[in-house]
């Protein structure tokens, strides 16, 4: 099955220092890549997405890149302001085959020091 | 997306008893997701409920302990049988997007479970 890595398991920051979050993965099938960002005591909130026909997704202040040859992926978040501290996870899926599961990483605890 | 409601929020509850977790979604979906979350963990898919058939476990994961029903495409029931404190962590359910996005996931409010 799908095996996720994700580095660093934790991360601080400057305000206003970008922060870039990486995983990787094993399974060469998945074509699908979420970001969550979960806030103590909240459920996971999806923050951003890419599909593997593209390589590079923005929105605002984050972005996602993905190597598929690779088989890696990386949020960059930038302008960091206190608000984006917080658990951050990448998962990888969307296999109809495998019913569109999502296998998530570790987790990333991003500190944003005023 | 969808609105996704759970019950209970949170409950404390004693080993050796079962407790049945409600996830209630305010559309039709095809798919339901129940994962654990212990704590300060990742999140674990326990098993995928599809309507009119069986639930699909993961690895590690067995309907004798984690009994799923889905009577409809609006609703689902996770149990946890004969709870020890291992079982202390956050339930939660997820629901596919809508047409065009249904790999993407969206996750209801989470269910904390403490066993004593």
């Known amino acids: 099955g799908e095996n996720v890595e994700q580095h660093p398991s934790t991360l601080s920051v400057q305000e206003g220092d970008s922060a870039v979050i990486k995983c990787t993965y094993s399974?060469?099938?998945?074509?699908?890549f979420p970001w969550y960002k979960q806030e103590l005591g909240k459920r996971p909130q999806l923050i951003i997405d890419i599909r593997s026909n593209v390589g590079e997704k923005k929105d605002q202040r984050i972005a996602v890149t993905l190597n598929k040859t690779a088989k890696h992926f990386s949020l960059h978040i930038t302008e960091t302001q206190p608000e984006d501290s917080a658990v951050y996870f990448c998962?990888?899926?969307?296999?109809?085959?495998?019913?569109?599961?999502?296998?998530f990483g570790g987790g990333t605890r991003v500190l944003v020091k005023p | 997306s969808a609105v996704i409601s759970q019950k209970p929020s949170r409950d404390i509850c004693q080993r050796g008893t079962s407790l049945t977790i409600q996830c209630q979604v305010d559309s039709q979906v095809t798919m339901m997701f129940w994962y654990r979350q212990q704590p300060g963990q990742s999140l674990t898919l326990i098993a995928t409920a599809n309507q009119g058939s069986e639930a699909t476990y993961e690895s590690g994961f067995v309907i004798d302990k984690f009994p799923i029903s889905r009577p409809n495409l609006t609703f689902s029931t996770l149990t946890v049988s004969n709870m020890s404190p291992e079982d202390s962590s956050i339930y939660l359910c997820?629901?596919?997007?809508?047409?065009?996005?249904?790999?993407?996931?969206?996750f209801g409010p989470g269910t904390r479970l403490t066993v004593l």
């Open positions: 997820s629901v596919p997007g809508t047409s065009g996005a249904t790999d993407t996931q969206y």
């Open positions: 998962a990888a899926g969307g296999v109809k085959a495998a019913g569109n599961k999502l296998t």
């Open positions: 399974d060469s099938a998945s074509n699908y």
